[in-house]
């Protein structure tokens, strides 16, 4: 079926491609001649490979800290009260202003660019984990708590399961929104990885390489989501007798 | 091994913010190796009284003594099984001490053996409370508080579980504390009755059953039941 959606899209692309100006939208020959070349000289793969690095440590990064601070504002009802303004504060400061105000403070760095990308998903996470803190189910606690479960123990095996869906929606979502900004902020300061080679292409407008980095990407993005994102989330909810 | 429970006053907030009495002076104690039975009407607070008595519930007024570092099993009216855990990991993971040979037998004694692998989700209302029982006994508890553990369970099954906490109980000398409404389930099980009294409960009267519980006959259980249903005419017309 995947294999079938993938054709479709192929084909399309083609089809249009010959209705179109081949200047504007070229067709699927070119850009595998384009990746055939960035490929070969290995810059494709140091490009992706950058990229990769960034998201992996952005993406680390924002979900210990939301977890952890959506775990402790779901509990404790103060530290709700005062982080809550930040958050709200934090969600609707606008991606770019984030990536800007990061270089512009700690320099075109890749400290910079990696901790702003962080601090764009970590709000998201936070709110997440908030909710399913809220959520925990009391009674288990109760049981936790008669039985003389030890803190790491009731927390692994009481807590962190029921948190799971949550975490995996988190890091759904997550990994969506980096996806989108760290090629925002290497087009902005990195002299390296996709959103540079792309700045790259559209000064150069060299649609092909442009399309060749893309795709490639995009590839990357679908074999992660399902190699890793889907069987995570299919091991952790199956306990439940039909998971969605 | 001693448990003294001297409860004076608890109430519940409500959400219009009311104040409401749910116990008025609960007061008894238990020896190591008897089987006490909190037995009221439904909604009279036992459950409540419980929860004060396993420590999960500190806001009350009065005072219980509960043997320190006594090891608590405890069987909820609901199951409160993991769902993410299987039969056998929700009952290690709370007693995981316990050797295998006496797990297994327990596991024989409660019919669960052809269910260890499975998730609780795959269990019916009855195999689930029959896990929360191997759970409780597992940890080879000092204090056993078990709340309404037959409820909504049909006849024959409660029965046949009712004998088999007998079997658990009589075995070792646990101190228990059993909540029921069902009265057959109270003589049946208990050495002595806590009547309760309708909300806010208070204790009645203290009923004891000296028979042991293997011989006791439907004669000395006819005679118990004559005795508490004066004590529960004699507290209506109170009322009236």
Redesign the interface.
Known sequence: MRLLSLAVFLATWWIAALLVDSGKLPAPPAVLAALTVEAKSGALFLNLGATLARVVLAFVLAMTLGVAIGYWMGRVRVVNRIGDPWLILLLNLPALVVIVLAYMWAGLTEAAAIAAIAINKLPTAVVTLREGTRALDP??D??A?????PRA?AFQ??VL?QLAPYIAAAARSGLALIWKIVLVAELLGRPNGVGFEIGVAFQLFDIPLLLAYSLSFAAVVLIIETALVQPFEAT?SR???RAA | MQLEVDILAKAFKNAAGESQDVLAGVKFSLRAGEVGVLFGPSGCGKSTVLKIVAGLDHDFQGKVLRPSNARIGMVFQEPRLLPWRTVEENVKLAAPLADEARLSALFDILELKAHLSHFPNELSLGLARRVALARAFAIEPDFLILDEPLASLDDALAARLREQIAILVGDRSVMTLLVTHDLDDAIRLGDRLFLLSARPAQVLDVVPICAPRSKRSEADMAAIKTKIARHTNNSAKRDA
């Open positions: 009674a288990l109760e049981m708590n008669v039985f003389a479960f123990k095996h009481v399961p952790i306990w439940r007798p």
